[in-house]
């Protein structure tokens, strides 16, 4: 009677080399990029510029929110939820 052994996934260390890319890039690229670029999981390289306390700078951080509402405003919903608000605001006013 063969019993199989579960086999657990080894952690693979960061080189000294991807450190300092993770340093050097994270706070200005998508981190899902930067995983494919290191060959990591999107997790792996979260945990690790959080362990080494790295932070998206402002202007990235803004730029997405800026893309978010391009893409927001093109599909309409900015407008209706203004409509939405107004509606609102007429509603309050009538009581």
């Known amino acids: ?3 199989k052994k579960a086999r ?3 952690a ?3 080189t000294k ?3 300092g890319t993770l340093k050097k890039e994270y706070p200005k690229t998508d981190t899902k990029k ?3 670029k290191l060959k990591r999981t999107l997790e792996a390289v979260r945990f690790q510029a959080k362990k080494r306390r790295l ?7 803004e730029s997405l ?13 900015a407008k ?5 608000t107004a509606k609102r605001k007429v509603s309050r006013k009538r009581r």
Do not use: D, N, Q
Not at 55 to 61: D, G, P
Not at 68 to 74: D, P, S, V
């Open 80 to 84: 209706k939820t203004a409509k939405r």
């Open 1 to 3: 009677m063969s019993t």
């Open 17 to 19: 080399a991807e450190i």
């Open 55 to 61: 932070k998206k700078t402002k202007s990235y951080m």
């Open 12 to 14: 693979k260390l960061w």
């Open 34 to 36: 930067l995983a494919k």
């Open 8 to 10: 657990r996934k080894v």
């Open 65 to 77: 929110y800026s893309a978010a509402r391009k893409t927001a405003t093109k599909k309409g919903t």
